[in-house]
């Protein structure tokens, strides 16, 4: 069987044909309300499957339009969705690029639907299709499960994602030659029509990457792990750190067996660089030193250093700052470059100053070769260009009193000359953090990203809500692509997943 949808209903109609748990909420929704209309109005059109199934949803159909009210449409009118595909085995997403036409063309086409499900008209089992490719901006509430399986390789679409009732997920990546992708395409269909029940996924995925993938011919991608604005010793870090630190491991679990994983600080992990705070930044980095495949990396901020902005000797023993300007992962073919922005004091606004560009480039310069043909990510506290002010944030009194100065950040003190390096060295993207909003940016096709307070060291306009963030960002050189993921927890214990939370994904190709 088969369905045709866009992007936007994928993740709300998961959720619908899930077998068991609550129904999407509709009722006070009209957004969703308008999904559910249109989805019923042409769900026999955009239906594909043997004659008997389109019989048994022609008939299923008229029953159910009785009872709904197609003008208001609620949530218990899903329940007929989620009946006739009870017992559904597994059920299968195509997800096409977003930045290859032809290649999405033939991803959306109604016809590779309809010749997939072709391949076995009877099979139980579920294949969804695009009416559009995804643009490389998502926003997604009440995340399906299913789904962070695909975010989490969201570098490396176009692919298929293949989920079971029992909540077991695999991604199967797809390739940029049309013939090829119809093969894979073929391949995984007819093995999932051989299965009896649910399929063993795992094993299926273990066979596609041996006999079609190859996938040891390929770069691993690169994951690293955004966190920022920890403030170590504030009385937000002491209630939520616990809390953070399980929220890390989880996001490192979601990417297990996906690449290298590396937690990198863009500073500010103490509120005050004092003896009392050195022994929770001790154990902080140890624990969080034990979720990667490499050592975390940290850089410096304003909070971390004396008002001269000169380090605590013993501060450096605590985090183990690495002397090396420069971290190359191999396996991944990616360079990872810290800058400090608090030499010489200038704390505020920030500086990163002509000393460090000079030891930055000639670290590079010592490693010409990677430099040139590795996909190079910094690392720096202070914002490299202003952030927008988000809704939820609340501004502090002098904020407000000062006005219109303050609808924007204020950029590094030579931001201008940090970004003119940072393109003539062919840069992929800057992370930061330093005011507590997290972002998604571009300055001349760079990625600049930014990280809020991990620990929510920010008031918001509802006192009841934070904004917990931690960013996913993949690097894979072997696809060319660029994928950053923002997380957040809005309630404190609610989830990265739940109806108060949000996840962000946004893609972008390597410079």
């Not at 993740?11 to 308008?34: K, T």
């Not at 609340?394 to 201008?416: C, H, S």
Request: hydrophobic fraction near 35%.
């Amino acid at each position: 069987m088969g369905f045709r949808f866009s992007i936007e209903h994928a993740n709300w109609l998961a959720n619908v044909l899930q077998p068991s748990g609550s129904l999407p909420e509709l009722d006070h929704d009209f957004e969703r309300s308008e999904t559910l209309r249109m989805f019923i109005k042409n769900i026999e059109k955009n239906f594909y499957g043997s004659r008997s199934h389109r019989e048994e949803l022609h008939y299923r159909l008229m029953d159910a339009l009785h009872d709904i009210d197609m003008r208001h449409p609620r949530s218990r009118d899903l329940n007929f969705l989620r009946e006739f595909f009870k017992g559904t085995p597994w059920i299968a997403l195509l997800i096409p690029s977003g930045n290859d036409y032809e290649l999405d063309d033939l991803l959306t086409e109604e016809g590779l639907l309809r010749h997939l499900v072709d391949i076995r008209p009877d099979d139980p089992g579920l294949i969804l299709q695009l009416e559009n490719p995804p643009s490389n901006q998502l926003s997604l509430d009440s995340v399906f499960p299913a789904f962070k399986v695909a975010l989490s390789n969201a570098s490396n679409w176009p692919g298929l994602l293949v989920w079971t009732p029992e909540k077991d997920a695999a991604f199967f990546p797809l390739t940029t030659d049309r013939s090829n992708v119809i093969r894979r395409l073929e391949w995984i269909m007819s093995h999932l029509a051989m299965t009896y029940g649910y399929p063993n996924l795992g094993r299926l995925k273990d066979l596609f990457d041996r006999e079609i993938d190859e996938k040891y011919s390929r770069n691993q991608p690169l994951n690293l792990i955004h966190l920022s604005d920890i403030h170590l010793g504030s009385k937000t870090a002491r209630r939520r750190t616990s809390r953070v630190q399980r929220l890390i491991a989880l996001v490192a679990q979601e990417l297990e067996g996906n690449g290298h994983i590396v937690p990198v600080v863009t500073g500010d992990l103490m509120d005050t660089p004092s003896e009392d705070n050195l022994d929770d930044l001790r154990i902080f980095m140890e624990q969080i030193g034990d979720i990667g495949t490499l050592d975390p990396l940290v850089v410096l901020g304003n909070h971390d250093v004396r008002k001269d902005g000169w380090l605590n000797p013993k501060f450096e023993q605590a985090v183990n700052i690495s002397r090396t300007p420069v971290e190359w992962v191999d396996e991944c073919e990616v360079g990872i470059v810290s800058f400090n922005s608090v030499r010489g004091g200038h704390l505020a606004r920030g500086l990163v100053g002509e000393r460090e560009l000079i030891d930055v480039g000639s670290a590079l310069d010592a490693q010409l070769e990677k430099s040139k043909k590795y996909g190079l990510v910094g690392l720096v506290h202070h914002h490299p260009i202003p952030v927008d002010r988000p809704d939820w944030y609340k501004q502090k009194w002098y904020e407000k009193f000062l006005g219109k100065e303050f609808e924007q950040t204020e950029e590094l003190e030579d931001a201008e000359v940090f970004l003119s390096m940072l393109k003539q060295r062919n840069f992929c993207a800057i992370l930061h953090g330093h005011k507590h909003i997290p972002r998604f940016d571009t300055y001349q096709d760079m990625a600049v990203i930014g990280c809020g307070s991990t620990v929510g060291h920010v008031d918001t306009v509802n006192k009841h809500q934070t904004y917990m963030s931690i960013n996913v960002v993949t690097i894979d050189t072997s696809t060319g692509q660029l994928a950053c993921r923002q997380k957040a927890e809005r309630i404190p214990g609610a989830g990265l997943i739940s109806e108060e939370s949000n996840e962000m994904l946004y893609r972008t190709s390597l410079t």
